[in-house]
Nanobody
């Protein structure tokens, strides 16, 4: 059974940092893009970061560029999201996701293409 389990969410003041982790189990994700989506109340779920198996292809939403860093450890089957300079508008449930895509090129994150989802972890940024 494939599982993605997020951890590391919590309450932080504006300007602070958090590091999210996503532990994958059930199979290896050697041909998958690993992604972090988020969904704030009343808003659509959006992809904030994605990384290929090799790590050579990385995507960031404009809203988090320069503040968030995605990385992965294939040996540990884990993906991370380091979030710095957090803002109140970053408040959301953050979801780990995996999309089968055996290439480093031309990947475009798409909510409807995700193969596996985690259950999410809540990040709250106070002003």
């Amino acid at each position: 059974q494939v599982q993605l389990v997020e951890s590391g969410g919590g309450l932080v003041q504006a300007g602070g940092s958090l590091r999210l982790s996503c532990a994958a189990s059930g199979r290896t994700f050697g041909s998958d893009f690993m992604e972090w989506f988020r969904q704030a109340p009343g808003k659509e779920r959006e992809c904030v970061a994605a990384i290929s198996w090799s790590g050579n292809s990385i995507y960031y939403a404009d809203s988090v560029k320069g503040r968030f860093t995605i990385s992965r450890s294939n040996a540990k089957n884990t993906v991370y999201l380091q979030m710095n300079s957090l803002k109140p508008e970053d408040t959301a449930i953050y979801y780990c996701a995996a999309t089968y895509y055996p290439s480093d090129y031309d990947f475009s994150p798409d909510y409807n293409s995700v193969d596996y989802w985690g259950k999410g972890t809540l990040v709250t940024v106070s002003s």
